[in-house]
């Protein structure tokens, strides 16, 4: 929908965190991050719970303030500004709509909270709920609104403001999947519109995909890696991120050697891997061997002597998934976890007790380095 009165004061703001820490005590919660959003992108900071994404958001909204390091908006300092001074639209998991004001008065409070006249208030407002799909909605009050649509207005309320940033934290926590699924990729669909600068704190590995251009994995108040989505799901650098990034099939082994793009590894067990994905790692060196399970093709019965990327196992268990069939290997004591199109195993897939190898090429063998 073209609203050129909203679009055209909207643009979003780079933010540049430099050596941002917080601790509570001797409790080091956040420990000397430095990140970069670009003006409009989408940065999303995944993790487990526990590992300093909030409190990183918190420390940019300006709601906790920073044991140490700098905070700024178009390299400008706000990291002692107070929060009404920051031009930040904000969006928790809690919506904390007003529940005695109308949709249109919930998404104009601020305005009015801010001096701004009347008419150009409900202006401003209406417009907001034209981009968030609520026109026709003002009337109503929140309780009468489903839980999508509770969402749309507290979205609308943060973006009213026409702010340089829109902070996010866990909005989807509290809507069904496939409700969440469709709100993200109308936020995203929104943001991109606003070009507007979007901080997502999110411990869905799925929902960061889908929404973020990047991706910061935090991991004990630390960034782990910081890439666009697909190289963070193809190329992750360490046994961390390839584990907490989607599923992962993990082997120990030795970097033997290198020869243009190619890399050789041994497992202590003595299979041979090869790899064309670029690693830091050196020739000597210990590293973690990934596949992802969507990478294997497997074939009945055990592979030839020598054979390059390939392992064989007994089959343990095969779990039905609408088009695509899991199949979990026994390899020397450990799981291997394979994912294939059902079309593609033909009419007699793997049954528990055989012996089935798993086979992938070099552009899917993945070199992380160890915790």
Not at 1 to 12: E, F, L, V, Y
Not at 34 to 37: D, K, P, S, V, W
Not at 187 to 195: D, G, T
Not at 255 to 267: F, H, V
């Given at each position: 929908?073209?609203?050129?009165?909203?679009?055209?004061?909207?643009?979003?703001g780079s933010?540049k965190?430099?050596?941002?820490?917080?601790?509570?005590g001797?409790?080091?919660v956040?420990s000397?991050v430095?990140?970069?959003?670009r003006?409009?992108?989408?940065?999303?900071?995944?993790?487990?719970?526990?590992?300093?994404?909030?409190?990183?958001?918190?420390?940019?909204?300006?709601?906790?303030?920073?044991?140490?390091?700098?905070i700024?908006?178009?390299?400008k300092?706000?990291?002692?500004?107070?929060v009404?001074?920051?031009n930040?639209?904000?969006?928790?998991?809690n919506?904390?709509l007003f529940p005695?004001?109308?949709?249109l008065?919930?998404v104009?409070?601020?305005?009015?909270?801010?001096?701004?006249?009347k008419?150009?208030?409900e202006?401003?407002?209406?417009?907001?709920?034209?981009?968030t799909?609520?026109t026709?909605?003002?009337?109503?009050?929140?309780?009468?609104?489903?839980?999508?649509?509770?969402?749309?207005v507290a979205?609308a309320?943060a973006?009213?403001?026409?702010?340089?940033?829109?902070?996010?934290?866990?909005?989807?926590g509290?809507?069904?999947?496939?409700?969440?699924?469709?709100?993200?990729i109308?936020?995203?669909?929104?943001?991109?519109?606003?070009?507007?600068?979007?901080?997502l704190v999110?411990?869905?590995?799925?929902?960061?995909?889908?929404?973020?251009?990047?991706?910061?994995?935090?991991?004990?108040g630390?960034?782990?890696q910081?890439?666009?989505?697909?190289?963070?799901?193809?190329?992750?650098?360490?046994?961390f991120?390839?584990d907490f990034?989607?599923?992962?099939?993990?082997?120990?082994?030795t970097?033997?050697?290198?020869?243009?793009?190619?890399?050789?590894?041994?497992?202590a067990t003595?299979?041979?891997?090869?790899?064309?994905?670029?690693?830091?790692?050196g020739v000597?060196?210990?590293?973690?061997?990934?596949?992802?399970?969507?990478?294997?093709?497997?074939?009945?019965?055990?592979?030839?002597?020598?054979?390059?990327?390939?392992?064989?196992?007994?089959?343990?268990r095969?779990v039905f998934?609408?088009?695509?069939?899991?199949?979990w290997?026994?390899?020397q004591?450990?799981?291997f976890?394979?994912?294939l199109p059902?079309?593609?195993?033909?009419?007699a897939?793997?049954?528990?007790?055989e012996?089935?190898?798993a086979?992938w090429?070099p552009?899917r063998?993945?070199?992380v380095?160890e915790?």
């Open positions: 929908m073209d609203n050129p009165a909203m679009t055209s004061k909207n643009g979003g933010v965190l430099s050596g941002i820490s917080r601790s509570y001797t409790n080091q956040v000397d430095n990140l970069e959003a003006s409009g992108e989408i940065l999303a900071l995944l993790g487990p719970s526990g590992c300093g994404k909030t409190t990183t958001l918190r420390m940019i909204a300006g709601l906790v303030q920073p044991t140490s390091g700098d700024a908006i178009d390299g300092p706000i990291t002692d500004l107070p009404h001074r920051r930040l639209g904000m969006l928790f998991q919506y904390a005695h004001m109308t949709v008065e919930n104009a409070f601020g305005l009015t909270m801010r001096g701004i006249a008419a150009e208030m202006q401003r407002a209406r417009q907001a709920l034209a981009l799909h609520l026709g909605f003002e009337d109503r009050m929140p309780a009468a609104l489903s839980g999508g649509q509770q969402q749309r979205l309320r973006i009213v403001y026409r702010p340089k940033v829109l902070l996010l934290d866990e909005p989807f509290a809507l069904d999947k496939k409700l969440r699924e469709a709100m993200q109308e936020l995203r669909q929104l943001c991109n519109e606003l070009a507007l600068t979007t901080i999110t411990h869905d590995q799925e929902e960061a995909l889908v929404l973020a251009d990047q991706i910061a994995v935090m991991r004990g630390r960034i782990e910081v890439a666009p989505a697909r190289e963070i799901y193809e190329r992750p650098t360490s046994h991120v390839a990034i989607g599923t992962s099939n993990f082997m120990s082994a970097i033997l050697g290198r020869q243009e793009d190619k890399t050789t590894l041994r497992s003595g299979q041979v891997f090869e790899s064309l994905v670029p690693s830091a790692l000597g060196q210990k590293a973690i061997v990934a596949v992802r399970p969507e990478s294997v093709r497997l074939s009945p019965g055990a592979p030839s002597e020598g054979a390059v990327n390939a392992v064989s196992g007994q089959v343990i095969t998934k609408g088009q695509a069939l899991s199949i290997l026994d390899i004591g450990s799981e976890v394979c994912s059902v079309d593609s195993l033909g009419t897939p793997p049954q528990s007790g012996v089935w190898t086979r090429s552009e063998t993945l070199i380095r915790q």
